[in-house]
């Protein structure tokens, strides 16, 4: 039985991949970047870590486990996390928030500041750019923000690779589509022609951000305390201990009645008493 078993494994996969191994995956990215990957995931993780395999030079992914429990490969955890975590992103996704933050939040933090103060704002799980570089386009836009706040935006994420895209500012045409012409005229720069254009974004956004790759589950930026914090769409990869974890960990980050954005889908609601409800998907520190 074992040896038909193992036959099947080898007709089904270019790389001997088992559910030990499997198991094996979602436990070492639990362990390194705090994320629950779900049962029925096994299939996607094959297709995502067979390149590394590949690139690697290895027939089996127990081969690739022990590669990255080593001392020796501490670079490629970096190439598995970034495998395995996925960049669903776009220019003011979920619209209804940046109005909020337009109208609401900016004009807020504007009235009740000196001329030039800070407003830190915080992306943590930035992708590759286009929450940051909406949050500085309603900056910008924003007239009591853009007189009296001196907006700085740290973007994080966890993923190497996006962050150094996001950072160069370089989207295809298909990546703005959904942009207004007038915001795509004053805030991009075409760069190339035809099928091949892409858009830059201009430097004056582009000098509002600054990237970084971080992991959540270590230690965080010393540009703190945050006025504003965005972390829409992470918290669903995290279990009910790691969001309240982090949860807590971001109240400590934010001054007293900062705001936290999370996605539409994510609440602190039974996670954490830190935070009341503000606006939709918005918390403020209690």
Not at 138 to 166: G, H, N, Y
Not at 239 to 245: Q, V
């Amino acid at each position: 039985m074992p040896g038909i078993l193992h036959r099947r494994i080898q007709l089904h996969y270019e790389y001997l991949y088992t559910q030990d191994d499997f198991e094996a995956v979602r436990e070492l990215l639990h362990a390194v970047a705090g994320i629950s990957l779900d049962a029925g995931k096994r299939e996607l993780v094959y297709g995502r870590l067979a390149r590394r395999l590949r690139a690697c030079g290895l027939d089996r992914f127990s081969a690739y486990l022990t590669l990255l429990r080593s001392a020796q490969g501490k670079a490629e955890v970096v190439h598995f996390i970034n495998a395995l975590t996925t960049n669903l992103t776009g220019f003011f996704r979920d619209p209804y928030q940046f109005d909020y933050l337009a109208e609401k939040v900016l004009p807020e933090a504007a009235a009740r500041t000196r001329s030039g103060q800070y407003y830190r704002i915080w992306s943590a799980g930035c992708s590759s750019g286009e929450e940051p570089y909406s949050i500085a386009m309603v900056a910008r836009e924003c007239s009591p923000c853009r007189d009296r706040l001196d907006v700085r935006i740290l973007a994080t994420d966890l993923d190497s690779s996006v962050v150094a895209k996001a950072r160069q500012g370089y989207y295809p045409q298909e990546r703005i589509a959904d942009l207004s012409s007038a915001l795509v005229h004053k805030w991009f720069r075409r760069r190339g022609g035809g099928d091949h254009s892409r858009f830059e974004v201009e430097p004056a956004l582009k000098e509002l951000v600054e990237f970084r790759r971080l992991n959540l589950m270590h230690e965080w930026p010393e540009q703190g305390p945050f006025d504003l914090i965005f972390c829409r769409h992470v918290m669903i990869y995290f279990d009910h201990s790691t969001r309240r974890t982090l949860f807590e960990r971001y109240a400590d980050s934010l001054v007293d009645g900062g705001y936290l954005f999370l996605g539409r889908s994510e609440t602190v609601h039974t996670v954490s008493e830190c935070f009341a409800p503000a606006g939709p998907a918005v918390y403020r520190k209690r």
